[in-house]
């Protein structure tokens, strides 16, 4: 199967969802066992860059890897900027959200991440076409569905921190990682990388997160969070593996397959799978309730807008 094929790309894509909705399940569970959001943060990322290094080094060589961090500081602006707003900011705001609204709930939210991609291709020049922008409003309308259903007029905290922060980090996440793919097909303004580099996902996610590295340096200093429990560095190195590296490095993968703009939505738009994964897991493992009417009614309207967004995309 040819590597820039849209099924291939969908395919890989949603394995990538399946491993990040590891993210919103056990973040959920460390917040509810108490576990700071900081730490949940920052170790995953401290996890994924021993993990990277460790793969890159057995699997590439010393020598690569060494040219990965030669890339890293002849381009380390580049690198700061992307991995800070792409991979720190992102989840940071992940994170917060988690202590503040289920795992279905915040995957659901999430997935406001295609609208955001289509404001972000916009921005760096892509046309999209009239009838993509139609389907994502159907997102929005489905995830306005969702959060309605779980918002209280009691409880207005759990809309501003628990929804509010995943609708920043769906701009986040898509504006970082098109950084890259400009930098990657030659975009004036942007560093020239080293494209043995560039066409290596691990080295991607690598760089990235070591470009996101000061963003937690400087939280640490801002957030007043008790040292985590052996049981959240347990769980967060769980998170680190499956989403950190697994998912993140399939779905930059499929990303850095995609040769137009039409197979960029499509790839962004796998993660909508996550929802169905947070939510099955959540009331398998974590007990959670049961979603409202509401709740199953911007389910699938969400998701009609997805599959809507893949069937008139023109491949």
């Known amino acids: 199967m040819h590597k820039n094929n849209s099924l291939f790309l969908l395919t890989i894509g949603l394995l990538a969802a399946l491993f990040f909705s590891v993210t919103f399940l056990v973040n959920r569970a460390i917040s509810l066992?108490?576990?700071?959001?900081f730490w949940s943060a920052?170790?995953?990322?401290?996890y994924t860059l021993l993990f990277l290094a460790l793969i890159l080094v057995l699997f590439k060589g010393f020598t690569y890897f060494k040219s990965v961090l030669v890339e890293f500081f002849n381009n380390y602006r580049f690198w700061l900027l992307s991995g800070t707003i792409g991979f720190g900011f992102f989840y940071a705001l992940i994170c917060f959200a988690a202590d503040y609204s289920p795992a279905w709930v915040v995957a659901t939210t999430w997935q406001i991440t295609i609208l955001a991609s289509l404001f972000v291709l916009s921005f760096f020049g892509q046309k999209i076409s009239k009838v993509i922008w139609l389907c994502t409003f159907f997102v929005v309308i489905g995830i306005t569905m969702v959060n309605m259903s779980h918002f209280e007029m009691s409880n207005i905290e759990s809309l501003i921190y628990g929804a509010i922060p995943v609708l920043i980090a769906a701009?986040?996440?898509?504006?970082?990682?098109?950084?890259?793919?400009?930098?990657?097909?030659?975009?004036k303004n942007l560093p020239e990388i080293n494209p043995e580099v560039i066409n290596n996902a691990f080295s991607k996610v690598f760089l990235l997160t070591l470009g996101s590295t000061p963003l937690w340096i400087v939280l640490f200093f801002f957030v007043d969070a008790q040292l985590?429990?052996?049981?959240?560095?347990?769980?967060?190195?769980?998170i680190s593996l499956f989403s950190g590296v697994i998912a993140t490095s399939l779905?930059?993968?499929?990303?850095?397959?995609?040769n137009t703009g039409t197979k960029l939505v499509i790839v962004d738009a796998t993660q909508s799978g996550e929802v169905f994964f947070a939510l099955g897991g959540e009331i398998l493992f974590l007990q959670a309730v049961l979603p409202t009417g509401l709740g199953i009614v911007g389910i699938f309207v969400t998701l009609f807008g997805l599959l809507a967004l893949v069937k008139f995309d023109k491949i």
């Open 251 to 258: 779905f930059l993968y499929a990303r850095n397959r995609a």
């Open 33 to 37: 066992d108490g576990g700071h959001w």
């Open 228 to 238: 985590p429990s052996s049981g959240q560095i347990t769980n967060v190195a769980i």
């Open 42 to 46: 920052t170790l995953r990322y401290f």
């Open 171 to 187: 701009f986040c996440y898509p504006f970082g990682n098109q950084l890259v793919w400009e930098a990657k097909n030659g975009r």
